[in-house]
């Protein structure tokens, strides 16, 4: 869908990572973009939940073990990957330690975690995360792959990849953090990406859901576009 490819190269292509030429313009980064590092796990339980069996007692699950195992296989990375000295570690949890490393402010993420309180957040973050937990708790699990691919797997190659090239461009000492990137270039260009992908051409297999498809992965750009712009303007606000 051309819309889709549009979107995708504007995202690519964003102002957002010329931005980051310091360590202090990359903690204000850091600082906003954690919220989509969470949230993202929000979609991926949800596709786990839904296609396969994790309910008591345990019956097989309605969907092929292929597409099982797919998703299994991206918690497993997700979930309970390795940092660089080896140990096992959720994304999530290596984020945050790469936030530490720099002393990027970790306490607008943690105090919501710790309340669940909206209230806490700035608009434009409240309505962002907003919009993917209403997808994970209530979308349609075709619904959800969409945003979980497009919106993400499918986008974060080449995002990252731009930003990796700023932050050595700039030589901003962050090893943790690039580690971060670099192995989500890995996995989810060559692992994570081709699996979502696949699962995604199993869920859609109706007219109708192909165009509820196309519809999420539209919405789920722009959120994503939403967030860099947010960010975006929070280093310009700073500069000035």
Same mark, same amino acid.
């Given at each position: 869908?051309?819309?889709?490819?549009?979107?995708?190269?504007?995202?690519?292509?964003?102002?957002?990572?010329?931005?980051?030429?310091?360590?202090?313009?990359?903690?204000?980064?850091?600082?906003?973009?954690?919220?989509?590092?969470?949230?993202?796990?929000?979609?991926?339980?949800?596709?786990?939940?839904?296609?396969?069996?994790?309910?008591?007692?345990?019956?097989?699950?309605?969907?092929?073990? +292929?597409?099982?195992?797919?998703?299994?296989?991206?918690?497993?990375?997700?979930? $309970?990957?390795? *940092? %660089? @000295?080896?140990? !096992?570690?959720?994304?999530?949890?290596?984020?945050?330690?790469?936030? +530490?490393?720099?002393?990027?402010?970790?306490?607008?993420?943690?105090?919501?975690? $710790?309340?669940? *309180? %909206? @209230?806490?957040? !700035?608009?434009?973050?409240?309505?962002?995360?907003?919009y993917h937990l209403e997808l994970a708790n209530n979308g349609q699990v075709h619904e959800v792959a969409s945003s979980?691919?497009?919106?993400?797997?499918?986008?974060?190659?080449?995002?990252?990849?731009?930003?990796?090239?700023?932050?050595?461009?700039?030589?901003?000492?962050?090893?943790?953090?690039?580690?971060?990137?670099?192995?989500?270039?890995?996995?989810?260009?060559?692992?994570?990406?081709?699996?979502?992908?696949?699962?995604?051409?199993?869920?859609?297999?109706?007219?109708?859901?192909?165009?509820?498809?196309?519809?999420?992965?539209?919405e789920s750009l722009e959120v994503r576009n939403k967030l860099w712009n947010f960010i975006h303007e929070q280093i310009?606000?700073?500069?000035?």
């Amino acid at each position: 869908m051309q819309e889709i490819n549009e979107k995708q190269t504007k995202l690519a292509n964003h102002p957002l990572y010329s931005d980051i030429k310091s360590i202090e313009e990359l903690k204000i980064f850091m600082k906003w973009h954690v919220f989509a590092v969470w949230d993202f796990m929000s979609l991926l339980k949800s596709l786990q939940r839904q296609i396969t069996s994790i309910e008591l007692p345990w019956m097989e699950s309605n969907y092929s073990p +292929e597409l099982v195992r797919l998703i299994n296989e991206i918690v497993l990375g997700e979930e $309970s990957d390795v *940092d %660089f @000295n080896g140990r !096992p570690s959720s994304h999530f949890a290596l984020y945050l330690e790469a936030m +530490e490393e720099i002393g990027a402010d970790t306490q607008p993420i943690k105090s919501f975690l $710790s309340e669940l *309180d %909206f @209230n806490l957040l !700035p608009e434009q973050i409240s309505e962002i995360v907003t919009y993917h937990l209403e997808l994970a708790n209530n979308g349609q699990v075709h619904e959800v792959a969409s945003s979980f691919f497009y919106g993400r797997e499918k986008l974060i190659p080449e995002m990252f990849t731009s930003i990796v090239n700023i932050l050595k461009e700039n030589n901003l000492h962050c090893p943790t953090l690039i580690y971060y990137f670099e192995r989500h270039i890995e996995l989810d260009g060559e692992e994570h990406g081709p699996m979502a992908l696949k699962c995604l051409d199993q869920l859609g297999n109706s007219k109708t859901k192909i165009s509820q498809i196309n519809s999420v992965a539209l919405e789920s750009l722009e959120v994503r576009n939403k967030l860099w712009n947010f960010i975006h303007e929070q280093i310009q606000k700073a500069a000035d």
